[in-house]
């Protein structure tokens, strides 16, 4: 489970940085606040599909692919 806290740890850090709460997070992914709150406890075990969903919702990179075009992006 450590890649899941650190992408939790990632995304509670653009949070921090865009000013935004994860009550706003879950409202923008049309999920609970309950559930957000799971995810950033870092057990969470995410999938590629919701990962790319914060990403598009944060408007950040959350992971990198090594060999891809993410390299160049900001990402963990």
Do not use: C, P, Y
């Amino acid at each position: 489970m450590e890649i899941s806290r650190e992408v939790a740890s990632r995304i509670q850090w653009i949070l921090r940085s865009k000013g935004m709460t994860q009550s706003e997070l879950a409202r923008i992914l049309g999920k609970n606040d309950s559930e957000i709150s799971v995810w950033l406890a870092g057990n969470h075990n995410f999938t590629i599909s919701t990962i790319r969903k914060v990403e598009m919702a944060l408007g950040k990179n959350i992971i990198k692919v090594v060999g891809s075009r993410a390299d160049e992006r900001n990402a963990v």
